[in-house]
């Protein structure tokens, strides 16, 4: 059973950016899709990115595309999400995720595919 923690959340201004990371620890990093979720206060865990087992397939949603990306690092067992031109609305608390059973090429995108979740790490983007 994989174990996740979440780091490099904070406080930035509008326009900044933020790298957050996930290590996982616990299991076979490379049998593992990971995905990173965010829920703002009064709303519902919405789907932010996703990264398939062989890294070769990402999604990102359309609210964070063309400003956030997404990877992972085999070798450090690490999924990183690096957020760019951050606006006031992404901030949130932002949780990264993991399931198995996945092909190494899909990448789903819905809460309930997802077995195992970090803690969180707060984000929050001031105008």
């Known amino acids: 059973q994989v174990q996740l923690v979440e780091s490099g959340g904070g406080l930035v201004q509008a326009g900044g950016s933020l790298r957050l990371s996930c290590a996982a620890s616990g299991g076979t990093f490379s049998l593992y899709v990971m995905g990173w979720f965010r829920q703002a206060p009064g709303e519902e865990r919405e789907f932010v990115g996703v990264?398939?087992?062989?890294?070769?397939?990402?999604y990102l949603a359309d609210s964070v595309k063309g400003r956030f990306t997404i990877s992972r690092d085999s070798a450090k067992n690490t999924v990183y999400l690096q957020m760019n031109s951050m606006r006031p609305e992404d901030t949130a608390m932002y949780y990264c995720?993991?399931?198995?059973?996945?092909?190494?090429?899909?990448?789903?995108?819905?809460?309930?595919?997802?077995?195992?979740w970090g803690q969180g790490t707060q984000v929050i983007v001031s105008s």
């Open positions: 995720a993991a399931n198995s059973g996945f092909s190494p090429w899909q990448t789903p995108r819905l809460r309930g595919e997802y077995a195992y």
């Open positions: 990264i398939s087992r062989n890294s070769y397939s990402s």
